[in-house]
């Protein structure tokens, strides 16, 4: 059985509830198939290319150890900056030159961000970071695998929480932080993606609605996903998709490039 959808343009888009899979209406046209939906880029979305040159040193000075109140501090910083990088380069971590080494000393400044040690492991073949919430409410997570001594991939979430445990979304203050990774700053900055996929979960289906929207470059080793708690709503007995772009949590998946077909990794 198929539902109506209208967004804000009085577009009228259908979709299989069986699938439960949602795109994103007014900002780019669909194809839906059984199991994940791919949307085409829209080729009258302005692009620009990026002026900025990735300048990467195989050599990084270990970050000096810092006391809680500036571990957040930086935390802000990088988030917002990034360092001055481009991704896949990740604050000052590049998927396929930065060392094992390299990168232990970088995350071993934030330890004082770990409320324990099953938070954080740095081993031969990967490691992982994740810190408490930070006074704000920021929280950041950063796993990342080894290939013969170099980091193969960088897996970061990040995430807005209010008492430790529940989840705040259409944050404004995340919002400002997290500006550098919108879905409108990232379509100008790395250009069409090869891949739009939206997916959705309906066993969750109901009040809470979650859908996530990936924007996948293979070739540039870039994964962006917006996961937001209300894709649809309901009015009238219609599903209704209420923002675009979506307004949700942000995380990204790192990588020298991609060999796989990203729809291999979104069906699980």
């Known amino acids: 059985m198929k539902y109506q959808i209208k967004n804000k343009s009085n577009i009228k888009i259908f979709i299989n509830l069986n699938v439960l899979i949602f795109i994103l209406t007014s900002c780019l046209s669909s194809a839906v198939d059984e199991s994940i939906t791919e949307i085409s880029p829209n080729p009258n979305i302005k692009i620009t290319t990026p002026t900025v040159t990735q300048a990467v040193s195989k050599t990084q000075t270990p970050i000096p150890s810092l006391s809680v109140e500036d571990a957040e501090a930086r935390v802000l910083e990088f988030l917002k900056t990034n360092t001055g990088c481009v991704l896949p380069c990740w604050w000052g971590i590049t998927p396929g030159i930065t060392t094992s080494d390299e990168i232990s000393s970088i995350l071993e400044s934030f330890l004082g961000l770990v409320v324990s040690e099953v938070r954080y492991e740095f081993s031969e073949s990967g490691g992982s970071l994740l810190m408490r919430p930070l006074s704000n409410g920021i929280r950041v997570g950063i796993q990342y695998l080894i290939h013969e001594n170099a980091i193969s991939m960088i897996y970061v979430k990040t995430e807005m929480t209010e008492n430790t445990y529940d989840l705040v979304y259409a944050d404004s203050f995340y919002q400002e932080v997290m500006s550098e990774y919108t879905l409108e700053v990232i379509l100008t900055r790395y250009g069409k993606p090869n891949q739009i ?72």
């Open 197 to 268: 996929l939206v997916r959705s979960f309906s066993d969750l289906a109901g009040h809470f609605n979650p859908f996530q929207t990936l924007l996948y470059y293979p070739d540039k080793g870039i994964v962006v996903q917006y996961f937001s708690p209300n894709g649809l709503i309901t009015e009238n007995d219609e599903f209704i998709l209420p923002t675009c772009p979506p307004i949700g949590h942000i995380s990204l998946r790192l990588c020298p490039r991609f060999k796989n077909d990203i729809k291999r990794n979104t069906t699980d």
